[in-house]
Each structure stands twice: as structure tokens, then as C-alpha cells.
């Protein structure tokens, strides 16, 4: 006799694990559409949106599962598999939007592009690298002694090659020359030579350290060329975020070395104009990051926001560009780097403008997913075309 409110206790448990584990999916794939409004919730964002295909499987999973759990419960049924069935659609949103980016993206580059022909599903058919990679950790230092680290990824053919030099982001005040050592080693494997190098940080070191850091950087790479099998005359620079505005600033600056080629990745162009027209949510605090890199505000140091803006360096003769960034960034508006385009474009400077509808700002550092890999092939069509490099 006691033990007849067994079945009734055994439901009520199947009813919440089965509404708590549905509330969870759906509020994990909600993030897809809601912006981040913390570091921490952009970092999640940038997760699930990137792997949002395998966060859709697991509502479709689950689905399953609630409709044999909930058997005796027709109300609560309902309302899970609606809310699953309407989440699983929402978590393919970026997916369903794949293919039409990819095919954008090789009417950007230019005929026969690759990107076109891209599918997420050949990441899983072909090898991440397409030979043998080695890596060597190389150690300079700054005009004022402060040290820097340069990684170096070489490829194994043989004799100079194109060279691309990356530049980390991270608000100019944190990130090292690890940070996508998954796509400089694709690139690296590719037939390219690639630099990741370093920079001083801010607030300990304003504008225009960090710019001077990247000069003597490829200054370094021209001196050391036969040595590292560098082709000093297809030479690209590739910036993620800060790294971004500061591969356009060493690309555009006159009296900075040559370069054949810039990658710009959700780069901020006009800092003046980053200051007033801020991102709704601001997760990072934008305002705090360009006085610490810059030393105050606009009103305050307002030579040094002008100097610091790739925007004021437009004019004609500046290499190919490549532009990169997410419709839903929340660090860098999306409508800065379309103005940048538009001004490029103007100025009649080869400008190549990709814009991945589903994305947020850091996209490509997520490994494997459907933003990192739109990334790295985009990049190498770009990197190709650009460089003169035949396959």
C-alpha cells in the first residue's frame, strides 16, 4: 500500500527533467538572435551561433525523447515540442544561410572563386592541412627593449614564399601570436609562410607603440628572408579585430614597408566615430578600450584618435583589401565596416567586402565552425588572387 504513489512521484520527475532540459535547449538556441550584453555572454554567443547545427540536432534529440517522457501529459507535450520544433528552426538559421554567404563571397573575390563550392561538410571529408607544418617560436624586442614573440609557420615546398603576416586582436590590450594558429597553419600547409607577430599593450603602452611594433615586425621578416624562405614581394598583412585596424594603419601609413595585400577582420576604421556611435549592448565597454589604447577621449587626445583611424589614410593606390565581418558584431558595428567599404571602394582601391549575416564579433575563432570555416576559405581565395599564387 505505501508504495503506490511511486508512478505519480516517477511522472512528476519525467515531467520537470523533461521541461528543464527543454527550457535549457530553447534558451541556448534563443542566443542565436539575442545580443551579448557581458564578455562572457559574448563569448557563449559566438559558441552557439558557430556550432549552432549541433545544437540543433540536440533539440531535434530531445524532441524525441520529451515525446516518450511526457506520454501522460498531453498539455505539457504540446508546448515542449512547439517550443523544441521552433528553437531546432532558429538553430539552423545560420546554416540555412551558408550557402547564399558563400556564394556572395566568391562574387566578391572574383571568378571561379572557391568559396562557392564550399560546404561545411568538407570539413568533415577532407583534412584540416593539406601537408606538414613546422613552427618556430622566435624571440625580438621593441624600440623601447620590451620583449616580443613571433611564431613562424612554415610549409614544406620548396624556395620563397608568399608571406602573410598575422596580427592578434584583443583591444589592443591583451591576445598573444597563438591566437588562430589553426588558420596559420592552414595557410601555412596552403603554400604560405606565416609570421603571427606580437605587439606592446595598452594602457602601458598607447598609440603609437603598437603600429611601430608591427613596422619593426616586418622590417624583421624583409631582413630575415633568405633565412625564412620569405618572398619579399607578396607580402600580406591579416588582423583579426585590433589586429585588423592595425594591419590597415601599417598598410595605408606612408613610409611603412610595402605590402602586396590587407585582410581586415571585424577591423574598426573611424575610432572618432567608434567613441560616439557605440554598439547596443556594449559587452566590452568601448569607450574604456580606446582611452586606454589612446589615452583619453576624443575631446582629449583628438590628433591621436585622427592619426589612429584607418578612415583618414583612404585615398587611391592602396593595396587589395579584404574586408571580413559579422552582421551582428557587437564590439564593431557592422555598419562601420560597410562605410569602410564604400570609402575604399570611392577611392578606387580593390576592396573585397564579406559579410556573414549569422555572426558576431570573433566568429572565426570558434575551430570548426560554420563562420571559421567561410573564414579560412575566403581568405585563401582572397590571399591567392591577391598574392599571384597558382594551385
Known sequence: MTRAPAPRRSGAFALGVALLVTALLVLASA????????????????????????????????????????????????AAMTALLVAGGVALRPLWRF???????????????GVARYSPLDA????????????????????????????????????????????????WRAGDPSQGAGVSRTLASSGYTVASIDYRHAPAARFPAQLDDVRRAIVLLRDSAAAWSIDTTRIALLGRSAGGHLAELAAWTPGMPAVQAVVAIYAPFDLVQGYRDLPAPDPIDVRAVLRDFLGGSPAEQGA???????STLVRAGLPPTLLLYGARDHVVKPEFNRGAAGRLRAAHVPVMQVEVP?????????????????????ITDFLDRALHVTR
Not at 99 to 113: L, N
Request: positive net charge.
Open 304 to 310: 591621436r584618435y585622427r592619426d589612429a583611424s584607418p
Open 99 to 113: 550557402d547564399r554567404t558563400a556564394h556572395a563571397a566568391s562574387a566578391a573575390i572574383g571568378p571561379d572563386a
Open 358 to 378: 549569422w555572426a558576431e564579433h570573433g566568429f572565426d575563432m570558434a575551430p570548426g565552425g560554420l563562420g571559421a570555416q567561410l573564414a579560412v576559405q575566403v
Open 124 to 171: 568533415f571529408r577532407t583534412p584540416a592541412l593539406q601537408g606538414a607544418v613546422r613552427e618556430q617560436a622566435i624571440a625580438y624586442r621593441a624600440a623601447d627593449g620590451a620583449p616580443l614573440r613571433l611564431r613562424l609557420y612554415h610549409g614544406t615546398l620548396p624556395g620563397s614564399r608568399p608571406t602573410v603576416v598575422v596580427i592578434y586582436g584583443g583591444a
Open 31 to 78: 542566443m542565436v538572435l539575442v545580443p551579448p550584453r557581458s564578455m562572457g555572454m559574448l563569448l557563449l554567443t559566438v559558441g552557439i551561433t558557430e556550432y549552432s547545427p549541433l545544437l540543433a540536432l540536440a533539440d531535434l534529440v530531445w524532441l524525441l525523447v520529451t515525446w516518450r517522457l511526457l506520454r501522460g501529459h498531453r498539455t505539457a507535450r504540446l
